[in-house]
C-alpha cells in the first residue's frame, strides 16, 4: 500500500514539473554543485525578483515530465540538477548568466525557450540582449539623433537665407 501511495506522489511531481514547464517562457536546467546555502538563497531572491523560480527535482521526475512533452535533455540528466521555471523571456535568463559569471560553479547547461529546447550557445545568445530598458533607450537614442540632425540641418539652411 506504501509504495502506491509513493507512486502517487511521483505522478503528481510529474505533473507539476509538466505544468511548470507549459507555464513558463524560459526554462533553464543548471548545475549548482558546490554553491553554499547563501548563494543559492542569493540566487532564488534575486530570480524570484525576475518573476522565476528554482526547482530542484530528481533527474528521473524531470525526464518522465519531459518526456511526456516530447523533450529531451538527453546527456544533461546526471549530477545534481536544478532547473529555473520563468514566466518572463528574457529577464530570468539574464539574471542566472550574470550569477553564473560571479560563481563559477553554476553551470548552465540547456535549456527550453519559448517551448523548444535551446542548446547552451543559443542561451548565452538571449543572455547578452539589453534589457528591454535598456533597449527601449537605444530607441529614443537613435531617433533624437535623426531630430538633432534635422534641427541642425534647418538651421544651417535658414543661417544660409538670412546671408542671401
Known sequence: MASQKILEA???????????IKNSESVILFQYQGLTVSDLSELRVKLREANATVKVYKNTLLKRALDELNLSFEGFLEGPNAILFGKDLLEPIKVLADFAKDHDKV??????ISGSVADLATIKEYAS????????TMLAAGMMEHVRNLSIALNLYAEGKEEN
Open 10 to 20: 511521483k505522478k503528481e511531481i510529474v505533473n507539476t514539473i509538466v505544468d511548470n
Open 107 to 112: 553551470e548552465i547547461r540547456v535549456g527550453i
Open 129 to 136: 540582449i539589453p534589457s528591454r530598458e535598456g533597449l527601449l
